[in-house]
């Protein structure tokens, strides 16, 4: 199946702080990718849709000024959490849709956020 | 009514035996399915995907889907303990567009030794 890495896996930083996880489509062209939420036992929750050149679509709830997204290029979308908090603290994990593929969604591995 | 639901589980079978996973769905325009396996602490990978009425087969797994019936299921024959996961059903429904994957609860599945 196709692959799609976010980077970094881990990330521990301090309350106030800024945050940018990327996620790239490394076999296929992506103009839709997707970010998610995961906090434990949970399910996963759709924050916002990222189009390549255009602007993020947001979630009802999510606050766009604090979940900044950036959708530059077709293999790489960026969410940048904005003055972390510790109930920002969750499991951050992007899809990247495959156009020739059906649309088919691949997930990243995931980025766990924790802040103190 | 949910557009995607699933039995939350755990569903419990033993090693070796074929466990069966379902999911039903609210919109008839639906045309894809898919069927993610997540570990704990980790992200979904596909499964399967499935488009039109009938079997699906691949190695060890089989999705079933039937329109008329908005039902869709997973197979895993030969259940191994690695298969412990929570299985989550997910399809693009029509009131997204068929652009956002809405995705079941997701149900667990414990296969023992």
């Not at chain 2, 609210?26 to 039109?52: A, V």
């Not at chain 2, 009938?54 to 190695?59: I, Q």
Request: neutral net charge; aromatic residues 10%.
């Amino acid at each position: 199946g196709a692959v799609v890495s976010q980077h970094p896996s881990r990330v521990i930083c301090k309350s106030g702080t800024s945050v940018k996880i990327e996620c790239r489509s490394l076999d296929f062209q992506a103009t839709t990718m997707f970010w998610y939420r995961q906090f434990p036992k949970q399910s996963l929750m759709l924050m916002a849709t990222s189009n390549e050149g255009s602007k993020a679509t947001y979630e009802q709830g999510v606050e766009k000024d604090k979940f900044l997204i950036n959708h530059a290029s077709l293999t790489l979308s960026t969410l940048t959490v904005t003055s972390a908090h510790p109930e920002d603290s969750s499991f951050y994990i992007c899809s990247a849709r495959d156009g020739l593929a059906a649309d088919t969604q691949y997930f990243g591995p995931g980025t766990r956020l924790t802040v103190l | 009514q949910k557009e995607v639901e699933q039995n939350s589980g755990p569903l419990s079978v033993p090693e070796g035996a074929i466990a069966s996973l379902n999911c039903t769905y609210s919109d008839r325009g639906s045309q894809s399915f898919f069927w993610y396996r997540q570990y704990s602490g980790k992200s979904p990978e596909l499964i399967m995907s499935i488009y039109s009425n009938g079997d699906k087969e691949d190695g060890r797994f089989t999705a079933q889907l039937n329109k008329a019936s908005q039902y869709v299921s997973l197979l895993i024959r030969d259940s191994q303990p690695s298969d412990s996961a929570t299985y989550l059903c997910a399809a693009p429904p029509r009131t997204t567009g068929f652009q956002k994957l809405v995705f079941g609860t997701g149900t667990r599945l414990l296969v023992s030794p």
